[in-house]
């Protein structure tokens, strides 16, 4: 039914009304940083999320968010840096440098 543990934790995200509009539309983003998550605490079967308090559930995504925002911010950075360093480099193309 489920592919991974992480898909399963997800859709228990989903029943529970935890995820908003951007982290349904970023599915597979979602999953595999809860995948990320549930490694790092140790979290290895479908049973033992099934059996999560809510609360606990809450924690786990509460980390899933915190690395996506810090996934997001870091590939905005990069794109910005990237596109003013092409500006850049188109600028100087069409300059003549003039040394004294």
Do not use: P
């Not at 099934?50 to 899933?64: G, M, N, P, T």
Request: glycine residues 2%.
């Amino acid at each position: 039914m489920y592919k991974s543990m992480s898909q399963f934790a997800y859709y228990r995200f989903l029943t529970n009304n935890m995820l908003n509009a951007e982290e349904k539309e970023h599915k597979d983003e979602i999953i595999k940083l809860t995948e990320e998550v549930l490694d790092a605490k140790g979290i290895e079967c479908d049973s033992r999320i099934s059996r999560l308090a809510l609360d606990e559930l809450k924690e786990i995504l509460e980390e899933v968010r915190r690395r996506y925002k810090k996934k997001t911010k870091r590939a905005i950075t990069e794109k910005a840096s990237s596109s003013s360093y092409d500006n850049i480099d188109t600028a100087s193309e069409g300059e003549i440098q003039y040394i004294s």
